[in-house]
């Protein structure tokens, strides 16, 4: 993915600083963590400094645009 340019990545692939394209915003990230579903799938919670966090599967592809 080329720097400064929306792409899309695995949610398990984002990291502090990136934005994320939710429902149409662009949010940035604080931090993520991995948890499991009670099926024992892997999980990722999005954490968000002034959103509500989003738990979502780690595979999951989201819209990222990733800074320097």
Do not use: C, K
């Not at 400064?4 to 600083?17: E, F, I, K, N």
């Not at 149409?24 to 099926?39: D, M, Q």
């Not at 780690?58 to 800074?67: M, S, Y």
Request: net charge positive; proline share 7%.
């Amino acid at each position: 993915m080329a720097t400064d340019q929306p792409g899309s990545m695995v949610a398990v692939l984002v990291r502090h600083g990136d934005l994320i394209r939710i429902r149409g915003h662009w949010l940035e990230l604080a931090s993520t963590r991995l948890e499991r579903y009670p099926t024992g799938t892997p999980a990722i919670v999005l954490l968000f400094p002034a959103h509500p966090s989003l738990r979502i599967h780690a595979g999951d592809r989201l819209t990222v645009q990733r800074h320097g």
